[in-house]
């Protein structure tokens, strides 16, 4: 398993849909700014023109879609950008923040959708490179207070409801206590600049700040 390589880190944020990960990317991007690193955010799934593609399939097909064809798809795009974004950056010294990664398919499609997770590891570490985060922030939110925080438009995976998004959490939570080293359970009921705060600290922790 590549652990960490170059000077670049590899930053992921992970949790349930609409828990403040994307709030709490733009956040971290910025503070490291603030410290002197040179850092990138990216999205999952997406980063790309190909990836990009990948997501308007995954979000908004129409048809109803495989769940194996939704987890190989996932992992495609991850692929792409995990090859053509993420490892030239780290590569290049740069720190990235990726707004979701792997984790997430084991949550939404090992989770939510019921595949298997051992299944889905293997395709993951496939589809990654190997590459492994250096740390993990999952934003734990109860599923009710998460959804009142969603937009009305929702995409296809998020119009799953509350039982799918109760599995998906709790695998999250499944993921804290096998890696807790990697995987850091943050309380995202508290307040936006709370939060961070939380991030930030173990952040100064972890690589020294
Ligand atoms: N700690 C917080 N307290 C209150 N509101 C928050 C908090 N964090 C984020 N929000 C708000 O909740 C909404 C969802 O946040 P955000 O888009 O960051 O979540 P997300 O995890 O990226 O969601 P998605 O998975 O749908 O992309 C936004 O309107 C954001 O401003
Ligand atoms: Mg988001």
């Given at each position: 398993m590549t652990k960490s390589i170059s000077n670049g880190k590899f930053i992921t944020l992970e949790g349930?849909?609409?828990?403040?990960k994307s709030t709490q990317a733009d956040k971290l991007v910025e503070k490291l700014f603030e410290t002197d690193i040179s850092a990138v955010t990216v999205r999952e799934p997406g980063g790309d023109h190909i990836s990009e593609s990948i997501r308007k399939l995954l979000l908004h097909a129409e048809e109803s879609m495989s769940d194996r064809a939704e987890a190989l798809l996932m992992i495609a795009s991850r692929a792409q950008l995990t090859d053509k974004v993420i490892l030239p950056h780290i590569i290049n010294g740069k720190w990235v923040v990726a707004d979701r990664y792997a984790d997430s398919t084991l949550a939404y499609?090992?989770?939510?959708?019921?595949?298997s997770v051992n299944a889905l590891e293997e395709i993951n570490n496939f589809g990654t490179y190997t590459l492994k985060p250096d740390i993990t922030f999952?934003?734990?939110?109860p599923v009710e207070k998460a959804n009142e925080r969603m937009s009305v438009s929702r995409d296809r995976i998020e119009r799953e409801g509350a039982n799918f998004q109760q599995r998906v959490r709790d695998q999250y939570l499944a993921m804290n206590t096998k890696e807790p080293e990697r995987v850091i359970l943050i309380?995202?009921?508290?307040?936006i600049d709370k939060v961070f705060e939380d991030i930030w600290s173990i952040m100064k922790e972890k690589f020294s700040l």
């Open positions: 349930v849909d609409g828990c403040g499609q090992g989770g939510g959708r019921g595949l999952f934003i734990d939110i309380n995202g009921e508290q307040s």
